[in-house]
């Protein structure tokens, strides 16, 4: 934080910026989704998922809707990391029961045919309009965050057309012509900047980074394709925007998360399941704040497995500075009801 600031008085904010919070800060990755009727609602409504984003009125609405049950502490913009291929001029369809579908690029032409990535804005208007909007309409206390996909977690949805269990197609490009994907992750770069500095423009007061795939590279091209692009991201954002709150999620990193918390020097890092909390706790809380990162399978359980292990998490990092959420995205399985028992649970947490 510059200094001279004034200390943020929103509870996700104080924990980012490493001050007392007076409990621990809540949210969760997919808080919006399949899992509330009332999403299912205006999504059957919306005609097709990318008209849901395009549509700033209905983007609200349902970025609003978990707020409203659970009063989370932050409100993540209701979009998705493909707006900006999408925005890039790739064909991008989100297919029924499918997921996302897109014309792959696998080589130079590919590459040449994308639009210009300082115009990704221009595409993306509505996507503003609605950050705008949600700025005023959330409750004081909550904090907005807006979002981006990681250079190489995008990336691996351009290349491979879909989402892979192994990532093979974007991989194989970067191993075989690293030169010609680094261009790739130049575009994205650059793109990524213009797109999460125009959602801080309309009011996103934090951004969150995702890196879904980081996990699946070796140490030198994660050094390569996940770290430096992050880096540079981050860089390039605090750059306009001084102190802005800058979270990355490099699923599956690791004992690498080490470096890459440090060398990003992004404000929070959001850890997925499988890492230790006493762990991260001597490793990398000491050098930011931690994220995460209850099993999004515990919360489709409930009951007492779900609250002894939440406790768990609770105990070993939540002196801080710490925010409490999964180690991955809510499942369109769970029930609505245990989400409120872990709301509740975290709140009521020594207070
Ligand atoms: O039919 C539907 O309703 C579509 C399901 C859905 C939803 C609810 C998709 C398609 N995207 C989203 C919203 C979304 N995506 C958000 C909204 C905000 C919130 O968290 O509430 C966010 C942050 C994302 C981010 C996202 N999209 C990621 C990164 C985080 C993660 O979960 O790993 C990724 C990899 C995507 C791609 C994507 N979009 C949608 C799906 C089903 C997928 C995954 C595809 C795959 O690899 O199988």
Known sequence: ???????????????????????????????????????????AKAGGFLNLCYTPELAEEVTLQPIRRYGFDAAILFSDILVVPDA??????????????????????????????????????????????????????????????????????????????????????????????????????????EHLSAQVLAGAEVVQIFDTWAGSLPELSFERFALRPVKAIRELLQARFPGLPVIAFPRGAGAMSVRYFQETGVTGLSLDTGVSPAWAREHLQSRGCVQGNLDPLLLVAGGDEMKTQALHILETLGEGPFIFNLGHGIVPQTPPEHVGELVKLVQEWRR
Do not use: C, N
């Open 88 to 193: 890039l001029g790739q064909k991008v369809a989100f297919k029924e029961g499918e997921g996302p579908v897109l014309e792959p690029i696998t080589d130079g032409k590919g590459l040449a045919a994308l639009s210009s990535p300082a115009r990704v804005t221009e595409h993306l208007t509505p996507v503003y309009e609605a950050v705008e909007r949600l700025s005023r309409s959330l409750p004081k206390e909550t904090a907005l965050i807006g979002f981006a996909g990681a250079p190489w977690t995008v990336a691996t949805y351009m290349v491979g057309g879909r989402g892979s269990p192994d990532q093979a197609a974007a991989k194989l490009w970067a191993y075989r012509e690293p030169d010609e994907f680094q261009k790739l992750m130049d575009i994205l770069v650059e793109a990524t900047v």
């Open 1 to 43: 934080m510059a200094p001279g600031t004034e200390l943020p008085e929103k509870k996700l904010l104080r924990a980012l910026a490493g001050v007392e919070t007076h409990g621990v800060p809540l949210w969760m990755m997919r808080q919006a989704g399949r899992y509330l009727p009332e999403y299912r609602e205006v999504r």
